[in-house]
Nanobody, 119 residues
């Protein structure tokens, strides 16, 4: 069983910063991908950023240069440093883990953490 526990959301003013954390526990394979997605009411969940265990990253165009994803493989934890936050970054942020043996990789999700950017 795999469990993801997120923390770090909250209310911040435009231009401010927040750091999200997500710790994975359970049967975690050494080769995996961890990332962050976000969702607002009435819209599909969208990718924010991901980071493979080998160090490859990918960011949504809307967050490039403002957000940084990192991970601690020893702790199975992924972080999302969010700077220069904008009102349009307001969303529920979900941690994602793609984990499993080859050809049996499965998606696991955290419970979501609310990020609100407002003055």
């Amino acid at each position: 069983q795999v469990q993801l526990v997120e923390s770090g959301g909250g209310l911040v003013q435009p231009g401010g910063s927040l750091r999200l954390s997500c710790a994975a526990s359970g049967s975690i394979f050494s080769i995996n991908t961890m990332g962050w997605y976000r969702q607002t009411p009435g819209k599909q969940r969208e990718l924010v950023a991901f980071l493979t265990s080998g160090g490859r990253t990918n960011y949504a165009d809307s967050v490039k240069g403002r957000f940084t994803i990192s991970r601690d493989n020893a702790k199975n934890t992924v972080y999302l440093q969010m700077n220069s936050l904008r009102p349009e970054d307001t969303a529920v942020y979900y941690c994602n883990l793609q984990n499993g043996p080859a050809r049996e990789v499965a998606d696991y999700w955290g419970q979501g953490t609310q990020v609100t950017v407002s003055s």
